[in-house]
């Protein structure tokens, strides 16, 4: 099911990254402060909607500026007929509930170590999960990474539902951001 109230229709500049990402980021819009208002959290959203036509499902990743950002793929982009420097028309809404999130593989394995950690993982929302996730994957060094996951175990078997200390919008830390623009 859809929230209708989240639905917003925008143009936005499709801008290619500066530093080229993985296969899923091959180009990038940041969304109107308006649109990324009326969507239901700060944090990663999933939105179902429309590029130039072409209907998309994905997720919103924070720009730490209280808005959102949306990667594009090729495939998107050229079903879409955009490329880099061409304005797109969009419209999304958020879905009404987020989809299960996908579980790191390291992570996965420190829960099924964990029993108490695992029944509570389970026990929490897909909501809470996917900032669990989100807060683990921010870790910009292996080293931090592998800290998290092993404070998120011990909070997890202590009954915490909820990660502490994440801010999963990045305003009040800086933690996340869009992509720089390539010139």
């Known amino acids: 099911m859809i929230l209708n109230d989240t639905y917003s229709e925008f143009a936005a500049t499709v801008l290619s990254p500066a530093q080229p990402g993985d296969a899923l980021l091959q180009a ?4 109107p402060k308006e ?10 959203t999933t939105v179902t909607g429309h590029i130039n036509g072409v209907a998309f499902q994905a997720t919103l990743e924070p720009d730490g500026q209280l808005s959102h950002w ?3 793929n090729d495939k998107l982009l050229d079903a ?3 490329d880099f420097g061409s304005v797109a028309s969009f419209d999304i809404k958020a879905v009404e509930q987020e989809p ?5 593989t390291d992570l996965q394995q420190a829960l099924v170590a ?3 950690a695992r029944a509570v993982w389970h026990d929490t929302t897909t909501i809470a999960r996917l900032d669990w996730i989100h807060w683990i994957t921010s870790a910009k060094q292996a080293k931090t ?3 998290r996951i092993s404070d998120a175990c011990n909070m997890l078997a202590e009954g915490k539902r909820r990660v502490c200390c994440f801010d999963p919008s990045g305003f009040y830390s800086k933690a996340f951001s869009a992509p720089k623009a390539a010139d």
Request: aromatic content about 4%.
């Open 114 to 116: 964990s029993a108490e």
């Open 80 to 82: 879409a007929g955009a």
């Open 70 to 72: 949306l990667a594009l």
């Open 100 to 104: 299960e999130p996908e579980v790191p």
């Open 145 to 147: 990474r592998a800290k």
């Open 35 to 44: 649109a990324s208002e009326k969507l239901p959290r700060r944090g990663r």
């Open 28 to 31: 990038f819009v940041v969304l």
